[in-house]
C-alpha cells in the first residue's frame, strides 16, 4: 500500500538553509532525491546549487555558422562562444554540421601541422550517420 508521502516546507528550508544538496536531504529523510525536488518545487523553494546545474542555454546558430566559415577548431570555437567543446559538438550535431577533411589554402587559417586541416561543413542529410564523417 503506498503512502501519501508530504515534505513539510518549514523541514526542506531547514535543510536548504544548511546548504545541503537534494542528495544529501534525501539520505537523512529517506526520500530519493527526484523526491526532495519534487517538495523542494512544491514548496516553490530553490535547491542550494541550482544555478549550477541549471542549463546554460544554446549556441546561436548564426554565432556557431560564422565560426565555421571561418574554419575554426572546435576547441576555438568554444574559447570565443564561452561554452564548453562538449556543447559545441552537440550544437554542431543540432544544426547538422559536420567535420570534413580540406586542403588548407591560402585564404584559410594556417593548420597546425600543416597538410590536411579539418573545416566544418553542413551535413547531408540523405547520408547514413556515421558512414565516412569523422568524429568530432
Do not use: C
Not at 17 to 36: D, F, N, W, Y
Not at 58 to 82: I, N, P, Q, S, T
Amino acid at each position: 500500500m503506498r503512502q501519501n508521502v508530504v515534505m513539510e516546507r518549514r523541514i526542506l528550508e531547514e535543510y536548504l538553509s544548511r546548504g545541503m544538496s537534494l542528495q544529501a536531504i534525501g539520505e537523512r529523510t529517506g526520500k530519493h532525491p527526484s523526491t526532495v525536488g519534487y517538495w523542494v518545487r512544491k514548496h516553490d523553494l530553490s535547491a542550494v546549487h541550482r544555478e549550477r546545474y541549471a542549463p546554460k542555454g544554446g549556441v546561436a546558430e548564426g554565432a556557431l555558422k560564422r565560426l565555421v566559415e571561418a574554419g575554426e577548431h572546435a576547441f576555438e570555437m568554444a574559447v570565443e562562444l564561452g561554452v564548453s567543446v562538449a556543447t559545441i559538438r552537440y550544437w554542431l550535431e543540432r544544426y547538422e554540421l559536420s567535420r570534413v577533411d580540406a586542403k588548407a589554402s591560402a585564404s584559410s587559417a594556417p593548420s597546425r601541422g600543416g597538410g590536411a586541416r579539418l573545416l566544418y561543413a553542413r551535413r547531408d542529410p540523405l547520408r547514413p550517420r556515421g558512414s565516412g564523417v569523422l568524429p568530432l
